[in-house]
């Protein structure tokens, strides 16, 4: 994961999600927490500002491992977050379906 990148993440009720801001530009991965141990990951959105610096990659890594080191399950319903679940059998352990 490229150093430029500095993940936040909010939470705010049922709803998650994880930004990267840069120049008043905002990348974002949402998801919803279904229960302690199980959320769906429901969209990541890049801005052609973010465009190539691998940002939505950077997005999906920082959602496996903090899934990984809090026991959660993720469902990919983001066709971008099943796309990187596809690329990385390494994760299999955190996806769900």
Known sequence: ???????EREVS???????????GVEAELTYSITTPTLIIAD??????????????LALVQRLVADARAEGVKIVPLCPFVNAQR???PEWADVFQG
């Open 1 to 7: 994961m490229s150093a430029e990148h500095v993940i």
């Open 13 to 23: 009720g049922s709803k998650g999600r994880y930004v990267i801001r840069k120049e």
């Open 43 to 56: 969209h990541t959105g890049v801005p052609d500002a973010f465009r190539g610096t691998g940002a939505g």
């Open 86 to 88: 596809r690329k990385h």
